[in-house]
């Protein structure tokens, strides 16, 4: 996942007593290639100062914090994506609802693109989190969410206009292990995804079938028909013939099913 950046300058003086931003610093438009297109963000600082990934509110975009990074301390690198179908940022494809597991989703993959093992997140409204079992219209539990699935990787949570998380205690291991896992395996089959399709004879990949599937070889040879392609010298899934996998990333995700993963 690569990331491109676009400098746009309006001045480039810093506070000198204050030591915070001016409003006139130096700020960049980036863009992250993501498979339904691309997130878009802002960037604010030095890249070498202590990381600040910036979440906006439902319906609102990066530019929430354009009158307030001004005013914090210019010692830091803060960054303000767009979520999917937001601001700059690609919409998803029709059809596809936006789900605040996506969002987490979004955040782990705009920190793979900047090189990010540990950061800070500032969170307004819906960009912070609300109650699992309130989940509307206002989305909800992006950053406060992906701190508790990653906890290793996030050095501060910032939250403004919020209320005091709470977490189904029942949920936490289905949170730190199974959607987290999920949410990694998920990533990993895409990059995998992105490599050529692997050739087999029909006999080795019809087994390979059975190996995975709860089914038997009758059957297996009939969903093969449809689900692999034939080749000069043998069978191939397609890149997007292999997204079945995806199905191990699902929320309902069961501890038997993802050990075999």
Known sequence: ??????????????????????????????????????IAAKAWGSQKGSPVLCLHGWLDNANSFDRLIPLLPRDFYYVAMDFGGHGLSSHYSPGLPYHYQNFVGEI????AALKWDRFS???????????????????????GMFACMFPEMVDKLILLDSSPFALDSNELENLLTYKRKGLEHTLLLEQAAKGPSRVLSPEEMLQRFLNNRHVGEECGKLLLQRGATQVPTGKALPAQGRSWALLLARSHITKPVLGQA
């Open 108 to 111: 782990r993959r705009v920190s």
């Open 1 to 38: 996942m690569g990331v491109r950046g676009r400098a746009q300058t309006k001045g480039q003086k810093w506070g000198s007593r204050t030591e915070l931003m001016a409003p006139s610093d130096l700020f960049s438009e980036l863009k992250m290639v993501v498979p339904w297109g691309h």
């Open 121 to 143: 997140i500032m969170g307004h409204s819906f960009g912070e989190y609300t109650r699992l079992d309130r989940l509307g219209s206002c989305g909800g539990t992006v950053g």
